[in-house]
């Protein structure tokens, strides 16, 4: 199938999701309001007017119900209803997982053995001779273009232990939908940007994998989790042991969470997790969990990304086109979770 088709399909396939979620709400009339600055002509029911869009506003329209949901459980049961669709669509039979129930659990799960220190050099090397970057205040991002060609990075992206429990946690075969590599530089004392306590909100389901490639003291701006806070249970249970509130826990949902930020360590102590390590150091992660990274002091940190998710958005599938890639390297594994992990990748 066409990239494009394949695309549209998966758009058509949630905005049902969304649309059947919501009836089962009994607030299916709040969506149609939502279709007036996109659709030409007046539509009786939103699904009919969704499904009437050109394929790009669909996307754009399910990018902006993604970062507008803040509640937990709506955005479980349209991920949910996706991912069954998606898992009959796609043929790929589930994987088995051993640590499919920990990351569930916990929001976080450490890779051993993963990706060597080697590996880890031999692709900071290659960045470093990439000066493509792109300056976001105290961050240095590499171009897509290079961080696509950079070895190894294809082998890690298809692994099969992280593919399974991506897959399990987003409940059908994950899409490599993002890769990205970028360095935080000690050049000022106050957090910004994603140094600040926040949720990320991908999509209704993704994981990122994150991977040093250069060594991560507490100087060096190590990445920051809070174990078990994707969970509205986890945020519960949090408040609760602080004497707090549990009628508190929508507000650690609402938005993005950063008007919550300045409680997060305070409210959930020994579950902030500030992750030091040598280069290869790597671990898959739900980031709708509160994360952040450390303000750098001593040392500038360099690290590689990989978002896995279900719905390839417009503007990442013209990443993917930017980045202009014509062939999968050979150490890109070809199982046919691989397969479709990687099937949006080249031009």
């Known amino acids: 199938m066409d990239k494009r088709q394949d695309a549209q399909t998966i758009y058509a396939t949630a905005l049902r999701a969304v649309n059947q979620t919501y009836e089962e709400l009994g607030q299916a009339e ?46 479980q049961r349209i991920g949910q209803i996706l991912a069954e669709a998606e898992l009959a669509r796609a043929g790929v039979p589930q994987p088995e997982s051993t640590a499919a129930a920990d990351f569930a659990r916990d929001g976080i799960l450490p890779l051993h053995d993963l990706v060597s220190r080697a590996e880890a050099a031999d692709i900071l090397r290659y960045l470093e001779g990439c000066t493509n970057l792109t300056r976001q205040e105290t961050v240095l991002h590499h171009d897509v273009r290079d961080v696509v060609r950079a070895p190894h990075v294809f082998r890690i992206a298809t692994d099969p232990r992280i593919l399974a429990v991506a897959a399990r946690h987003i409940g059908a075969p994950a899409t490599m939908v993002q890769m990205d590599a970028w360095w935080s530089l000690p050049e000022r004392d106050e957090p910004h940007g994603a140094q600040i306590y926040h949720r990320d909100r991908d999509d209704f389901k993704s994981c990122k994998f994150f991977l040093y490639l250069s060594d991560v003291t507490t100087g060096d701006g190590p990445h920051i989790f809070v174990r078990g806070s994707h969970r509205p249970e986890g945020v519960t249970e ?14 650690f949902f609402k938005g993005n969470g950063r008007e919550v930020a300045h409680l997060i360590d305070q409210v959930f102590g020994p579950a ?22 450390k303000v750098p002091k001593t040392g500038r940190r360099c690290i590689f990304q990989i978002l896995y ?26 199982t046919p979770l691989a397969r479709h992990a990687v099937r949006f990748a080249t031009a």
Request: glycine share 10%.
């Open 238 to 251: 949090a408040l609760e042991a602080v004497g707090a509130r549990s009628e508190k826990t929508p507000l």
């Open 272 to 293: 902030v997790m500030e992750i030091t390590g040598g280069a290869g150091t790597c671990f898959l992660e739900n980031t709708f969990g509160f994360h952040r990274g």
């Open 30 to 75: 709040t969506l149609l309001p939502l279709l007036k600055s996109r659709a030409a002509l007046p539509a009786a029911t939103f699904i009919d007017g969704a499904l009437a869009l050109d394929p790009v506003d669909q996307g754009q329209l399910l990018w902006g119900f993604n970062k507008q949901i803040g509640d937990p459980a709506i955005r």
């Open 309 to 334: 998710a279900g719905i390839p958005y417009p503007d990442r599938l013209q990443r993917w086109e930017e980045a202009s890639l014509t062939e999968l390297p050979r150490d890109c594994a070809t």
